[in-house]
């Protein structure tokens, strides 16, 4: 049963870690494994502390949390003794498609980038960077959706002096579609300011373009498959 038991864990689709009481990693499951490849783990611990019951025993709560392109509805945190403390997160559901069509038409990725620069850079004193991975092919894209995407999170960097697009792949991370594996590209916009009031209509847009968005304090972040 014990070893049924760890095994259903190890293979659970929610991270799971258990640390010591020093913050050092005990165990954790494969899901967890890709999390730290996005996370310090040192932060995961402080999550734990902060949300771990007054007394021993397990305490699940309602929080969002995101990390890069995870995003958590939920933990459970749980103890019972001062040695060691484990932590599971609840994965925030992402979108299935049906059949790869349903991501749009295939079109250079490039292109509707620079695009999307040149109408955002008209008429500003804005300077534009780009470092674009030149490796990429055409991807499935709902064009429409994707350029009001694009040029919506501009609009909220507009005050910054300097914008900085990135196009990359990122690694060890995939959807999976009844057999096959989709790779996730990134595309990273930074500047020196970014207005969160841009926020609920990125996202709103982000969801009609099989996209998923995640804010830092001065950058956007789109992620989503790379259909060919």
Same mark, same amino acid.
């Given at each position: ?7 259903? +864990? #190890? ?6 870690? !258990? ?19 996005? @996370? ?7 999550? %734990? ?9 397990? &305490? ?21 003794? #001062? =040695?060691?403390?484990?932590? &599971? ?7 299935? *498609?049906?059949? !790869? #069509?349903?991501?749009?038409?295939? /079109?250079?990725?490039? %292109? ?17 960077? $780009? #470092?674009?991975?030149?490796? *990429?092919?055409? @991807? ?7 350029? $009001?995407?694009?040029? $919506? !999170?501009?609009?909220?960097?507009? =005050? ?9 792949? +990122? ?33 709103? +847009?982000? /969801? $009609? ?17 790379? /259909?060919?």
């Amino acid at each position: 049963m014990s070893s049924f038991a760890e095994a259903w +864990i #190890e293979h659970d689709y929610n991270p799971f870690i !258990v640390f010591d009481n020093t913050g050092k990693i005990i165990s954790l499951n494969q899901e967890a494994q890709y999390l730290l490849g996005e @996370v310090n783990h040192k932060k995961i611990f402080d999550i %734990a502390q902060t949300y771990a019951s007054m007394t021993y025993g397990f &305490k699940t709560t309602i929080v969002d949390i995101a990390f890069s392109s995870y995003k958590f509805y939920a933990i459970t945190v749980g103890y019972d003794d #001062e =040695t060691s403390i484990g932590i &599971k997160l609840y994965k925030s559901a992402t979108k299935k *498609f049906a059949n !790869v #069509e349903e991501y749009g038409e295939s /079109v250079n990725i490039y %292109a509707l980038l620079d695009l999307c620069i040149s109408a955002s850079s008209t008429n500003s004193t804005i300077k534009f960077k $780009k #470092e674009f991975d030149p490796t *990429f092919p055409d @991807v499935r894209l709902k064009v429409e959706d994707f350029m $009001k995407l694009l040029t $919506k !999170v501009y609009q909220s960097h507009i =005050t910054s002096s300097v914008i900085t697009t990135r196009l990359s792949l +990122i690694t060890g991370e995939y959807i999976r579609f009844n057999t096959k594996k989709y790779p996730i590209f990134s595309i990273s916009i930074k500047g020196d300011n970014r207005d969160r009031n841009y926020e609920k209509s990125i996202e709103e +847009i982000a /969801v $009609k373009g099989n996209c998923t968005i995640h804010f830092e304090n001065d950058e956007t972040l789109i992620h989503s498959a790379m /259909v060919s």
